[in-house]
């Protein structure tokens, strides 16, 4: 009964938290354009605070000043034509990677991933409307809550126990069909062809891959959360690693996928 409690005793401080995020994060994408935009960029800068504290923690003010530059490209980048836009994003890892003295590969790469997918998602939201970047968020929603319970509900083989301790192959794949029925709604109700399911599926499994990189740079450095910023979740590379993978996917296969209008 001991183990069974302490399984779920994170529950109600996580469902809070979540159910806060939730609402501040539809309002931003509801409002889209300056409200977006300037959201996604704190997001973004908040990040990247986040991943020099983990990877340099003895250096406070680098990670302030690394938090403040991304925040500020995030910002500015989508004002800016494409061709512009990709340099100043990519900047921020070259300048860090100049202030670190460890984990330099990691830095960069991950920075890049944060700005790219901030980049991503305001893209969706100013390109495609309301109504398809709700689907991108639904999708790592579903993923993770669906995924979350029926790990804890089914149990069963872990996925990776030395990076992800509870990660279970049960709610990986339930994360999957989560995605899927949000991926099925979507195709009834916009009319887009039946292969949005595989799509759904596909930014699922992004979203899980990118779960996973946040788990194994923490593990690396020895850090269960990487920050308290989040009651229940720690902090916002714990809460939106999903969604880094998931927009940075949607970013490299967009030209490919047909989105029917009208939603948005």
């Not at 997001?43 to 003895?58: A, S, T």
């Not at 269960?224 to 989040?230: A, T």
């Amino acid at each position: 009964m001991g183990a069974e409690s302490e399984k779920w005793a994170d529950l109600a401080v996580r469902l809070t938290s979540g159910a806060a995020m939730v609402l501040l994060g539809l309002w931003g994408v509801w409002m889209g354009g300056h409200v977006f935009h300037a959201l996604v960029a704190l997001i973004c800068g908040l990040m990247i605070w986040e991943l020099v504290r983990m990877l340099q923690p003895r250096n406070p003010p680098v990670a302030i000043q690394l938090g403040l530059l991304g925040g500020a490209v995030a910002g500015a980048a989508i004002y800016l034509p494409v061709g512009f836009a990709l340099p100043i994003l990519i900047a921020p890892a070259l300048v860090g990677f100049g202030q670190l003295t460890q984990n330099r590969a990691l830095y960069m790469v991950f920075t890049v991933l944060v700005l790219l997918a901030g980049f991503g998602m305001m893209s969706v939201r100013d390109d495609l409307g309301f109504g398809w970047m709700l689907w991108l968020v639904l999708v790592v929603v579903a993923t993770d809550v669906v995924g979350y319970f029926a790990g804890r509900m089914i149990g069963g083989p872990k996925f990776w126990p030395r990076v992800s301790p509870k990660k279970t192959w049960a709610g990986t794949a339930f994360g999957w069909v989560g995605a899927a029925a949000v991926g099925a709604y979507f195709v009834v109700t916009t009319g887009a062809g039946a292969q949005l399911v595989g799509v759904s599926v596909a930014v699922s499994m992004a979203s899980q891959m990118g779960d996973i990189a946040e788990s194994a740079i923490k593990r690396r450095v020895g850090i269960k959360d990487s920050s308290n910023l989040i009651p229940g979740h720690g902090g916002l590379l714990d809460r939106f690693d999903g969604m880094l993978g998931a927009a940075v996917f949607l970013l490299i296969i967009g030209p490919f996928i047909a989105f029917p209008p009208g939603i948005g």
